[in-house]
Each structure stands twice: as C-alpha cells, then as structure tokens.
C-alpha cells in the first residue's frame, strides 16, 4: 500500500509540479502559495471582518484563532513525528543523475514536507469562515484548494502532504467550531 501512495504521490506531483510549469501559472497559482501565510491571511480576513461584520469581529477572531491552534500544534507534532524530506530532498539523487527536474519556485526547502503547513493553515480559516458565513464557502474553500495546488506547484510538498494539511485545518476548525458554538450558547444563557 504503501508503495501505492509513494508511486501515486511522485507521478500527481511532477504531473502538477512539471506539467503545469510555465510562466503563466508561476503568477496564477505559484503566487497563492502566499495565501497559506499566517500573517498573509491575517492581514486580509481581519480588515474584512472588522470592516463587513464589526459587531461580531472578536468571536469570529476567537473561532479563527482557535482554529489555527488546534491545527498548528496537531500539525507540528505530525511534522515532527514524520519528519518527512520535501521531495527537493527526496529525490536529490534522482536530480543529481538529471533523470528528473523539479520545478522550484520560492525558497528551495528540504525538510519537514508532512503536513504542509500551508494547507493547514488555508482550510482551517477556509473552514472556519465557511461555517461564519456559509454562501461564501463556495469562494473560501475553492481557494484554500488553490493554495494546496501551488504548495505541490512551487516544488515544496507532495500531493498527500496537502491532504493531510488539509484534513488537520479543517479538523481544527470543526473543533473550534464546536467549542465555539458551545461558548456562544453560554453566552446566551
């Protein structure tokens, strides 16, 4: 099996990694990596809560906040637990002999691939705000996808490195979700 995931992983990377490499996509996905930025995506979503939704800004910021921590701590110790070489690192021997070329964009990195932390961090506000404001879960989560793509695009994570970045940023918004709705109702009280 897990000779499988390894073969399936390598063939979706240099099919996206490769295949999609010119400079039109460098702009169009290569530059959404920077939305899976912590403070990327602060400096966007926080002005546009305070400035679409102020009255509950300090909540929404307290689900989100919470949803990037349950993330980033179950993210950091899977990182650290799989210790995972990027595939720069992965496959140095292979770009070394030239059987294969990765298209890099962005600083080349090496170490710690599983999970990416990108994804983490763009499904867990995705997620977060999907359950804020449920018709833009049709924007928000399009474009956390988007931000998986372009960490498989800039050479600095395999497919399932996204998949389980994912998976952990929206299994900690859903926590979140749940601790929050549980806060709101005590509030209501």
């Not at 990037?68 to 021997?93: I, N």
Request: with cysteine.
């Amino acid at each position: 099996m897990l000779v499988w995931i390894s073969a399936w992983d390598r063939a979706v990377f240099f099919w996206i990694n490769d295949g999609w490499a010119n400079p039109a996509s460098d702009v169009v996905i290569g530059e959404a990596t920077w939305l899976g930025n912590g403070v990327v995506l602060a400096a966007i979503t926080l002005p546009a809560l305070w400035t679409f939704d102020r009255p509950r800004f300090w909540p929404h910021v307290f689900l989100l906040c919470l949803a990037l921590v349950l993330s980033g701590v179950v993210g950091h110790f899977v990182k650290v637990l799989v210790h995972r070489p990027r595939p720069l690192k992965d496959m140095a021997d292979l770009i070394a002999l030239g059987q294969v070329s990765i298209h890099i964009l962005w600083q080349p990195l090496r170490e710690n691939s599983m999970p990416s932390g990108h994804a983490e961090t763009a499904f867990a506000v995705a997620t977060g705000l999907s359950y804020l404001y449920r018709r833009g879960a049709l924007i928000f989560l399009p474009v956390a996808s988007w931000v998986g793509l372009s960490r498989v695009y800039v050479g600095a994570h395999y497919p399932s490195d996204v998949i389980v970045g994912a998976f952990i940023g929206t299994s900690g918004a859903v926590v979140a979700y749940r601790v929050y709705g549980r806060w709101r109702r005590g509030q209501d009280s």
